[in-house]
Antibody, heavy 119, light 112 residues
C-alpha cells in the first residue's frame, strides 16, 4: 500500500522558515519523481516543486523560486521542502505527491500538512 | 506559463444525467516527444485530490468507465456519462507538458 505522510506544518511569522517532510512507503521511492503541491484555504491547487528520482533535477513554481528548496533522501524514502522567507500568501495545505512510471503524474497524494504564515 | 481555463466553474447535475467540463490551455500541450501531458483530478469534499485521467483520455486504475477524457492541442473535455452522488467535488485539469505545471481554477460539481 502506497503511503505518503507529510509533517512539519506550523504557524510561522512572515520572513520565517519551515521545513516540511514527507515519509513514504509502499513503492520504489528512488525510482520516481516527487512533487509538492499546495492549496490555500478555500482555493485551488498550485504546483510548487518537482525533484527527479535521483535528485539531480529540480523545478519550482514562479511564486516560490529562490525561497523554497526541494530535496530528498532515497536512503530514508523521504521528501523535504525547505521554505525560507515565508510570506502570508504561502499559507496553505502542502501535499506530497508522487509520479508513476511513464506519463502518469500525481497518482498518489498525501493528506497534507498545514502551513500558516501570520504575525 | 501555460494558463489553464476551465468552464464552467460550477455545475449542478441530476443523478443519472451527463456532465461535461471544458479546459482550455493558452498553448498547445503537445510535447516534442509526441505525448500530450494533460490530466484530470477530482477532489472530493475533505479529501486529497485523486487522479482520474492522464494523457488526455487514459483512465487511471480503478476509475469508473463513466468518466472519459478527450481533446487535443489546447482544448480538452471531461465527460461523465451518468453522474452519481459519489462524483461530487471539485474537478481540476492540469498540464504537465512544461514547467511550471499548472492547474485550472477548478469546477465544482454538485448534485441536484
Amino acid at each position: 500500500e502506497v503511503k505518503l505522510v507529510e509533517s512539519g506544518g506550523d504557524v510561522v511569522q512572515p520572513g520565517g522558515s519551515l521545513r516540511l517532510s514527507c515519509a513514504t512507503s509502499g513503492f520504489a521511492f528512488d525510482d520516481l519523481s516527487m512533487h509538492w503541491v499546495r492549496q490555500a484555504p478555500g482555493k485551488g491547487l498550485e504546483w510548487v516543486s518537482l525533484i527527479s528520482s535521483d535528485g539531480s533535477r529540480t523545478y519550482y513554481g514562479d511564486s516560490v523560486k529562490g525561497r523554497f528548496t526541494i530535496s530528498r533522501d532515497n536512503s530514508k524514502n523521504s521528501l523535504y521542502l525547505q521554505m525560507d522567507s515565508l510570506r502570508p500568501e504561502d499559507t496553505a495545505l502542502y501535499y506530497c505527491v508522487k509520479d508513476d512510471y511513464g506519463s502518469v503524474l500525481f497518482d498518489y497524494w498525501g493528506q497534507g500538512t498545514l502551513v500558516t504564515v501570520s504575525s | 506559463d501555460f494558463v489553464m481555463t476551465q468552464t464552467p466553474l460550477s455545475l449542478s447535475v441530476t443523478p443519472g444525467q451527463p456532465a461535461s467540463i471544458s479546459c482550455k490551455s493558452s498553448q498547445s500541450l503537445l510535447h516534442r516527444d509526441g505525448k500530450t501531458y494533460f490530466y484530470w483530478y477530482l477532489q472530493k469534499p475533505g479529501q486529497s485530490p485523486q487522479l482520474l485521467i492522464y494523457e488526455v483520455f487514459r483512465r487511471f486504475s480503478g476509475v469508473p468507465d463513466r468518466f472519459s477524457g478527450s481533446g487535443s492541442g489546447t482544448d480538452f473535455t471531461l465527460k461523465i456519462s451518468r453522474v452519481e452522488a459519489e462524483d461530487v467535488g471539485t474537478y481540476y485539469c492540469m498540464q504537465g507538458t512544461d514547467f511550471p505545471h499548472t492547474f485550472g481554477q477548478g469546477t465544482k460539481l454538485e448534485i441536484k
